[in-house]
């Protein structure tokens, strides 16, 4: 499976920005990570097929969306309130694993990421 993101860009804090992650193919549930400069990947939130379930890191709890549109072989990240700690690379993922993860290594497939740059 391909993954192709998009959206990112240069906004200030508590502006708003819409992330888009087109499939090539059917997947079973995708995720979003991020990479800050000198940090490692981490975990931004991930839905099932379908969207009956969710996780979200908490340090996005309350300010970002992530769903589905299935036809479309299409996720997305709504991020509101953004802050200038969320500035990263975002990388959206795809796994053929039954169970929802938060884990890194549980996804094979990868996008090529989108920068996310926020301005105090």
């Known amino acids: 499976v391909q993954l192709q993101a998009s959206g990112g860009g240069l906004v200030q804090a508590g502006d708003s920005l819409r992330l888009s992650c087109a499939a090539s193919g059917r997947t079973i549930n995708m995720a979003w990570f991020r990479q800050a400069p000198g940090k490692e990947r981490e975990f931004v939130a991930a839905i099932s097929s379908g969207g009956r379930t969710i996780f979200y890191s908490d340090s996005v709890q309350g300010r970002f969306t992530m769903t589905t549109d299935n036809p479309k072989n299409t996720v997305y990240l709504q991020m509101n309130s953004l802050k200038p700690e969320d500035t990263a690379i975002y990388y959206c993922?795809?796994?053929?694993?039954?169970?929802?993860?938060?884990?890194?290594?549980?996804?094979?497939?990868w996008g090529q990421g989108t920068l996310v740059t926020v301005s105090s």
């Open positions: 993922a795809a796994s053929t694993k039954v169970l929802l993860s938060r884990m890194v290594d549980d996804f094979e497939s």
